[in-house]
């Protein structure tokens, strides 16, 4: 069974879009991230909820929206997408005690 | 704010060789975790290896172990007998804990590892 999947895996859009990728996490973790990762495989956390409440929101455009229906499941909207959004994001849970977090599959965002 | 450095964009390796990767942070916190994750092509995140900082052993995961320095803020990986399978990116990241509530992971830029035959 997949721990934390995340969809869709490839999304091609073109510029003033509105998209949404969707997270969800089997292992019971508390905590679920986002992150983004440029062309240069820098990773740069954007978000992070604990238990459906928002505890980091990292100078992020308000274009991106997180929402938190459960504990389990963490939806990314981008609205009016650009150019410079293109990049691969991630989806990542970690427990309440830090053996590490552990990401989806990411989904490669690219804006045209 | 905490900083992680991995001052080595690139490393090749024989095969069945030993690579250590190198990765030093920055921080005033006294709790807090230390990881190397793996990326190969595949682009999914893997985690290999944690420790934790109040923890003198180095912690060891088969052919992975680590050499922590508390005092130089070093976390060196060392990959023994590497494989091909063992070429991918790999992130040092650091994590802070409070109060019971998981922090951010905080990457490193990466090293590319290449394992050749």
């Known amino acids: 069974d997949t721990a934390v999947s995340q969809t869709p895996k490839y999304l091609v859009t073109q510029m003033g879009n509105d998209k949404s990728i969707k997270c969800e996490q089997n292992?019971?973790?508390?905590?679920m991230y986002w992150y983004k990762q440029d062309s240069k495989k820098f990773l740069k956390i954007m978000f992070s909820?604990?238990?459906?409440?928002?505890?980091i929101n990292e100078t992020v455009p308000n274009r991106f929206s997180p929402k938190s229906p459960d504990k389990a499941h963490l939806n990314l909207h981008i609205n009016s997408l650009e150019l410079g959004d293109s990049a691969v994001y991630f989806c990542?849970?970690?427990?309440?005690?830090?053996?590490?977090?552990?990401f989806g599959q990411g989904t490669r965002l690219t804006v045209v | 704010a905490q900083t992680v450095t991995q001052s080595q964009p690139e490393m090749s390796v024989q095969e069945a060789e030993t690579v250590t990767l190198s990765c030093t942070y920055d921080?005033?916190?006294?709790?807090?975790?230390l990881f190397w994750y793996k990326q190969p092509p595949s682009r999914q995140m893997i985690l290999v290896i944690r420790?934790?900082?109040?923890?003198?052993q180095n912690a060891t995961e088969n052919r992975f172990s680590v050499n922590f320095q508390k005092a130089a803020k070093s976390f060196s990986l060392k990959i023994s007998d590497s494989q091909l399978g063992d070429t991918a990116m790999y992130f040092c990241?650091?994590?802070?804990?409070?109060?019971?509530?998981?922090?951010?992971?905080?990457f490193g830029t990466g090293t590319r590892l290449q394992v050749t035959l």
């Open positions: 990542a849970s970690s427990a309440r005690w830090p053996v590490g977090a552990f």
């Open positions: 292992l019971g973790h508390d905590t």
């Open positions: 909820y604990n238990n459906k409440e928002l505890i």
């Open positions: 921080t005033s916190e006294n709790n807090y975790y």
């Open positions: 420790q934790e900082a109040y923890k003198q």
């Open positions: 990241a650091f994590m802070t804990w409070d109060t019971g509530t998981a922090s951010k992971l905080t």
